[in-house]
């Protein structure tokens, strides 16, 4: 039985594929080529768990997909935003106007995410994020031409806010980064708390980038708070765990918890100092067969095993080009309307879907840090302890602001 | 807030903790700027470098030479690294600056600030921007102190000891020594210093050398407590420079107090107001500027 639906899946493929080569209508992919922009920190902060390896997922991708679509080349360009708003708006308006480019991709920081996928919008251009957490993407800031692919800070604050909360963590106090990401994960984290019968007794908010939080940490400290919330990121975080733990903060009553952590954090805190935190993901490299597969390859070219982003950066090219193939033109209404009503299946997503609002909901994993003694290789960092469906975990419709939800 | 008195001198003491590396990095932009008259804009790349000689000479040395087992240990780290960034400071001065000494120092600033980009951009290219962890620090400065009204780091109490130590001691061989003596002779009048017979080019060379060995020592005292990135001197550098402005270029001992005084303000910004801790020291820069143009302890031009 499986055998015949596969042959009459590839033949079906065979015939689309043989159509497409046989009469390529004049005019399907607009400028003769498709363009993807990869624009991120490519430098900074975030530049480690995202920044070029998220262009690698991405050219690996459109390498994959065999370079060409519907008989036009296929063009990858990156840049860097310096988690600069204005910088990543002008250097997308550059793209849109002069470039060419038909499609964005990673966006790490909401703050330059909202920025370009408001241009998107204006423009008529698919911006596909895989990197900014703000839940404001799929709810006010949303577009006709926005996704947002891997994780967002509601599910984020709900699979981690609902993991501590049962297990006895009631109050809570954040530290939190000081622009729309850190105010985002910090509301959404604090409404499941809140919930489940929890109390927020406390936050402060820091610069994007400090070095030093030890102040910030003994104010968690004098909170007498139960749980330390990070609402933090990248080198944010990593400071901050690494510095508590050299103040004694989070091994005795206290626990600190990280809202946002890539294994790319892990790795540069060591299991030593991270070992037993949890924390919510979208991705691991070393969760099936199709993952580890994927994670070597991209390992052989980066160095370094792929984050959520990057992964996530490779499956929203891959579909994106899927869809220009099946809607048989690039035309971005056209892609759209596909990229919503397929099915997302690879590596990175198991039945994931794109919604009415942009959202593109999938499979979270609740994830601890393993014991060094546990740990078999230098990327051997995570197990997973929970999979949480990404209807369970994401913001359901009828919460949603979107202007594109009916109610 | 309630401010106790615990609250307030736990706050004294980070802010001391921060204070004592902006002394020590803008103590030595000010022996630079007293005798070679240039703002030397490669002092964060190289407070950057020695945290990186910490590094790698603890994971990386041994391996090198064959013998993994063998680690630069901290302790020959905070005496190899200013030496060796001593050394390429000694270089960048006969090789470069020397040559802008006629010039305004404009070119000076414009040249060092050049090879800070090109250092970090280097640096950056190679090593992990979010950083990388030290872990050499030594056992018995690990652990806490109980000081009364906080659990402190003991390597913290250590780092600002220490820095205490070298920053006094500089200012007592420049103002209280011959040698010193004849440093700041050499920045009033090379010429009649040269004439008693003392080697003046040597001097500023040494003097370079070890302003730029200061920032070094400082990196690798800065290793175990924030993570080692070659971002981490870019972003040091700016609160650096506001404090050398708020003390008053050139002046050895306003920018030890000024560098430990602003420490402490931004430590107590922190609990009152904290998104505004980053802005804090530009923006009391500006009300000195405006004030007192010269800084706190500059003398009037």
Redesign the interface.
């Known amino acids: 039985m499986k055998s015949l639906y596969s042959s009459a899946a590839l033949s079906a493929s065979l015939l689309l594929t043989t159509a497409g080569f046989a009469a390529p209508p004049k005019d399907t992919i607009s400028d003769g080529v498709v363009k993807i922009g990869v624009l991120t920190d490519m430098?900074?902060?975030?530049?480690?768990?995202g920044?070029k390896g998220t262009q690698v997922g991405v050219e690996m991708a459109v390498k994959d997909f065999g370079g060409k679509v519907l008989g036009k080349p296929i063009v990858v360009i990156g840049a860097d935003h310096q988690n600069k708003a204005d910088i990543a708006s002008a250097k997308a308006r550059e793209w849109f106007d002069n470039e060419k480019v038909d499609m964005i991709t990673g966006l790490l920081n909401s703050g330059c995410a909202l920025a370009v996928q408001k241009l998107g919008g204006d423009k008529k251009r698919i911006t596909m994020n895989t990197g900014a957490a703000s839940t404001e993407l799929t709810n006010g800031a949303w577009t006709p031409y926005s996704i947002h692919y891997v994780y967002d800070t509601y599910a984020l604050g709900k699979v981690t806010g609902q993991a501590v909360v049962q297990t006895g963590g009631k109050s809570w106090f954040f530290i939190t980064a000081?622009y729309a990401f850190g105010q985002s994960l910090e509301g959404n984290t604090s409404l499941f708390v809140k919930k489940l019968g929890g109390k927020v007794v406390g936050s402060?908010?820091?610069?994007l980038?400090?070095?030093?939080f030890?102040?910030?940490l003994?104010?968690a400290q004098?909170s007498g708070a139960q749980i330390i919330g990070l609402a933090n990121a990248?080198?944010d975080t990593?400071?901050a765990i690494?510095?508590a733990k050299?103040?004694?903060i989070g091994q005795k009553g206290q626990k600190l918890v990280g809202l946002l952590i890539f294994d790319?954090?892990i790795k540069?805190?060591?299991l030593n100092?991270a070992q037993g935190m949890q924390f919510t993901s979208g991705f691991y490299w070393d969760r099936d067969e199709a993952t580890r597969a994927f994670a070597k390859r991209f390992f052989a070219i980066h160095k370094a095993m792929p984050t959520m982003d990057q992964a996530g950066a490779y499956s929203a090219t891959m579909n994106y080009l899927k869809a220009i193939k099946a809607a048989g033109t690039d035309d971005p209404d056209a892609v759209m309307a596909k990229l919503k009503s397929m099915d997302i299946s690879d590596f990175f997503a198991v039945h994931g879907k794109i919604r009415v609002d942009g959202r593109m909901v999938h499979d979270m994993y609740l994830m601890e840090v393993k014991k060094p003694s546990d740990s078999k290789g230098e990327w051997d960092l995570l197990k997973i302890v929970k999979t949480v469906s990404g209807d369970e975990a994401f913001m359901p419709l009828s919460e949603s602001t979107c202007p594109a939800v009916k109610k | 807030m309630g401010m106790s008195f615990q609250?307030v001198m736990?706050?004294v003491m980070?802010g001391l903790?921060?204070g004592v590396f902006y002394a020590i990095l803008s103590l030595g932009l000010a022996v630079i700027f007293g005798l070679l008259n240039i703002v030397n804009f490669v002092h964060g790349a190289l407070y950057m470098l020695g945290a990186y000689v910490a590094l790698l000479g603890f994971n990386q040395l041994g391996p090198l030479l064959g013998r993994p087992d063998f680690h630069l240990n901290y302790w020959a780290a905070l005496i190899v690294a200013p030496l060796v960034v001593g050394a390429l400071g000694v270089l960048i001065e006969k090789t470069m600056l020397r040559r802008l000494r006629k010039f305004d120092h404009l070119y000076g600033l414009l040249l060092t600030f050049g090879l800070a980009l090109i250092i970090q951009g280097v640096f950056?290219n190679y090593f992990?921007?979010?950083?990388?962890?030290y872990?050499g620090k030594p056992e018995v400065l690990s652990g806490?102190v109980d000081l009364g009204f906080?659990?402190?780091?003991r390597?913290?109490v250590w780092v600002i000891g220490i820095s205490l130590v070298v920053c006094f001691g500089t200012w007592f061989v420049i103002e209280r020594t011959k040698l010193g003596s004849y440093l700041r002779a050499g920045t009033e009048n090379p010429e009649l210093v040269k004439a008693f017979g003392i080697n003046v080019p040597l001097m500023i060379t040494l003097t370079y050398g070890f302003g730029v060995g200061l920032a070094a020592f400082a990196g690798v005292l800065a290793a175990p407590?924030?993570?080692v990135?070659p971002?981490?001197g870019s972003?040091?550098i700016i609160t650096v420079f506001a404090v050398v402005v708020i003390g008053g270029m050139g002046s050895i001992m306003g920018s030890i107090v000024t560098g430990l005084l602003l420490g402490m303000v931004e430590?107590f910004t922190?609990?009152v107001y904290?998104?505004a801790?980053?802005t804090v020291i530009f923006l009391i820069m500006v009300i000195v500027l405006l004030v007192k143009p010269a800084g706190l302890f500059g003398k009037e031009a």
């Open positions: 430098s900074g902060v975030y530049s480690t768990l920044g000081d402060v908010r820091h610069p980038s400090s070095a030093d030890s102040s910030y003994l104010q004098a990248g080198g990593i400071n690494k510095q050299e103040f004694g790319t954090d540069s805190l060591g100092v | 609250t736990s706050q980070l903790n921060n950056t992990n921007v979010s950083g990388d962890a872990d806490v906080m659990l402190f780091p390597y913290r407590i924030y993570s990135s971002v981490m972003e040091m430590g922190k609990v904290a998104p801790s980053g």
